[in-house]
């Protein structure tokens, strides 16, 4: 059995579909795929067959594209031969997505717009003040809110509503 699976991998990493090459060996589909899985040698070598595959339609693309006079039936044969490429070797035929981003953030302007809100009429901008800050564990528990913690001695909100 091995040597029949063998000789298919080999089959068809020169010739078409996968399908056609097992039964012409004159085994089962569910045999061939079922000594793959239980061999990683052999799924290493037919994965190998599968990227053999993607060259051969690379080349087949190029001879439809030359040769069929049938436009339609050109397209078909060549979108179906280049998203096959594409899954068997998807390094070299897959899809590129390009998710790199070419800009910068800038929160200056909601910086500003931050100090505008406080400049509103009705604030007491004398309670406003520029300062650094640190983060500090919460000593009041999990569910406590702001109203429920204790702020430092001398603390006075600025966006308290008086």
């Known amino acids: ?21 097992i039964e012409h060996h004159g085994i ?9 899985a239980a061999e990683p040698e052999l799924m290493t070598r037919y994965r190998a067959a599968q990227i053999s595959r993607a060259d051969f339609m690379a080349d087949e693309i190029i001879s439809i594209a030359d040769d069929d006079a049938n436009a339609p039936r050109a397209r078909n044969r ?13 390094a070299r035929f897959g899809d590129k997505i390009d ?11 909601a910086l500003l717009e931050a100090k505008q809100r406080g400049a509103l009429p009705g604030r007491n901008l004398g309670q406003v003040i520029e300062t650094e800050y640190e983060l500090i564990p919460s ?6 809110t702001d109203k429920q913690s204790d702020a430092p001695a001398g603390f006075v909100d600025p966006f308290a509503d008086d």
């Open 139 to 144: 000593v009041a528990g999990e569910r406590a």
């Open 78 to 90: 060549i979108d179906a031969r280049k998203w096959l490429a594409g899954v068997f070797d998807r």
């Open 28 to 36: 089962s589909v569910d045999a061939f795929y079922g000594r793959l």
């Open 1 to 21: 059995m091995r040597d029949k699976v063998l000789a298919i991998i080999h089959d068809y990493a020169e010739q078409g579909r996968i399908r056609d090459v």
């Open 99 to 109: 998710m790199s981003i070419n800009g910068q953030v800038s929160i200056a302007g």
